[in-house]
């Protein structure tokens, strides 16, 4: 059974504001995770779990040009504080050969601050009034940003001119470089997807009920007019409005 246990707290603050042309959103996080595994005996037994993220801030805006507001440029930039990492030691082995890494003060550091800037052109163009037709250009990480996001040991080298051996030096792996997207997106304009959205939706039977009724209507007045002819054979208005209400009956039985 696992006896280990954390927790985890934090903070959101949102503000946002949009006007006809112009939009703009900003959110800070504020954020702490702690865990306790009393089994850890190689180093502390309280820690920081590696999603710990302590501060968080993501700024948007979107701006519409054009007389026919068919260009659109958008933008959003994020700053996260770095996540948390261990300090390492080498040791060489009794091989002579082989380096250890030994972690110790378990997620004490941190790595460097994270940020990035993403920005986004769009144009959209109505044909026909039936299709929505946006092109866009996404550019990610955009003033190409080298934020640490882990660091890779190897086994060490020697050095050619005396032999000896030196520890492992750590490989930086940063993020991802810039990254520019081409893309498009096809969509219904307004008034084909109102169609559409009509014809999807099923009709109830209001039909079918208000022929019922009209039906039972029938049957009430056949049954009144059957008796007018009874009472009197010769009637001949209430034989032809019996004649003309039976072929109704029928129609409406088909």
Not at 45 to 69: M, N, S, V
Not at 123 to 129: A, G, P, S
Not at 151 to 175: L, N
């Amino acid at each position: 059974a696992s006896v280990g246990r954390g927790t985890a707290s934090g903070i959101d603050v949102f503000f946002g504001l949009r006007l006809e042309r112009f939009g703009f959103a900003a959110t800070y996080s504020l954020g702490r995770a702690m865990r306790h595994n009393p089994l850890n005996e190689a180093g502390p037994q309280t820690f920081a779990p590696l999603f710990d993220q302590r501060h968080g801030l993501r700024l948007g805006g979107e701006a519409t040009l054009g007389k026919k507001k068919d260009w659109t440029i958008s933008g959003t930039w994020e700053l996260r504080s770095g996540r948390p990492r261990s300090p390492v030691l080498h040791e060489l082995m009794d091989d002579g050969e082989t380096w250890a890494t030994v972690l110790y003060d378990y997620n004490s550091r941190s790595f460097g601050w994270f940020h990035e800037l993403s920005i986004r052109i769009e144009h959209t163009q109505v044909v026909n009034e039936q299709l929505k037709i946006s092109v866009y250009l996404d550019v990610l990480n955009t003033y190409n940003a080298q934020s640490q996001y882990q660091w890779i040991y190897g086994k060490g080298s020697v050095d050619e001119a005396t032999g000896a051996r030196q520890a492992p030096r750590p490989y930086v792996f940063r993020q991802l470089p810039i990254r520019p997207w081409l893309g498009v997106r096809l969509s219904l304009a307004g008034s084909a997807a109102g169609v559409l959205r009509a014809t999807a939706v099923p009709r109830p039977p209001q039909r079918r009920r208000r022929t019922n009724a009209t039906g039972s209507a029938i049957e009430q007045a056949m049954r009144a007019l059957q008796g007018c002819v009874r009472a009197d054979p010769d009637d001949e208005r209430c034989r032809k409005a019996a004649a003309g209400l039976e072929k109704t009956r029928r129609k409406l039985a088909r």
